[in-house]
């Protein structure tokens, strides 16, 4: 049984920096890819960055801003900064089951942390 927690989400200023991390429990190894989605208000759910070993992906709107990391095997982090009201959203990590899978299926999810930017 895989279970993944969030954490680090909260309010910040435009322009601040939030560290959001995700720990991971059960069958989780270095080859499972685990990603950052997020979801604003009535809007889909979308991928942010993955990561296996490195950094596998980053979505057009975070390049140069947000940083995906592994500390270990079993958490990983998303540096943000320079955030704007824009990346107001629930920031869900996710992992897939199968190795070497750099875009999923993502099979386990996190319940999710809610980050709000405001002007």
């Known amino acids: 049984q895989v279970q993944l927690v969030e954490s680090g989400g909260g309010p910040v200023q435009a322009g601040g920096s939030l560290r959001l991390s995700c720990a991971a429990s059960?069958?989780?190894?270095?080859?499972?890819?685990m990603a950052w989605f997020r979801q604003a208000p009535g809007q889909q759910r979308e991928l942010v960055a993955a990561?296996?070993?490195?950094?596998t992906y980053y979505a057009d709107f975070v390049k140069g801003r947000f940083t995906i990391s592994r500390d270990n095997v079993k958490t990983v982090n998303l540096q943000m900064n320079r955030l704007n009201p824009e990346d107001t959203a629930v920031y869900y990590c996710?992992?897939?089951?199968?190795?070497?899978?750099?875009?999923?299926?993502?099979?386990?999810w996190g319940q999710g942390t809610q980050v709000t930017v405001s002007s």
């Open positions: 996710a992992a897939a089951a199968i190795p070497m899978s750099p875009w999923g299926p993502w099979t386990y």
């Open positions: 059960g069958s989780i190894f270095s080859d499972n890819a």
């Open positions: 990561i296996i070993r490195v950094p």
